[in-house]
């Protein structure tokens, strides 16, 4: 069984940033594609970025050229920073990792934006 921690959420003003991590025990890489997913109040699940083990990335448009996913040297994180954040960014965030046909989700972290 795959177990993911989220951690960095919290408050910041519109502006400022924040770093998400997510960790699980071995190595990340051994997945097909590691993302981030965000659930805004209201709102469905919606997806945010990911990143493959070769380190390509993709972003949703909305995020795109402010936020960045990497994968720390050992492979045991996966990293969103988070800059000029923006009072619709406010959501619960995930990480979520695919094996094979298997998805795997974290419990999430809140990150609120005030304006």
């Known amino acids: 069984q795959v177990q993911l921690v989220e951690s960095g959420g919290g408050l910041v003003q519109a502006g400022g940033s924040l770093r998400l991590s997510c960790a699980t025990s071995?190595?990340?890489?051994?997945?097909?594609?590691m993302s981030w997913y965000r659930q805004a109040p209201g709102k469905q699940r919606e997806f945010v970025a990911y990143i493959t083990p070769a380190g390509s990335t993709f972003y949703e448009v909305a995020v795109k050229g402010r936020f960045s996913v990497s994968i720390d040297n050992a492979g045991n994180s996966m990293s969103l920073q988070m800059n000029r954040l923006q009072p619709e960014d406010t959501g619960v965030y995930y990480c979520a990792v695919m094996e094979g046909s298997d998805s795997y989700w974290g419990q999430g972290t809140q990150v609120t934006v005030s304006s």
């Open positions: 071995g190595s990340l890489r051994r997945f097909s594609v």
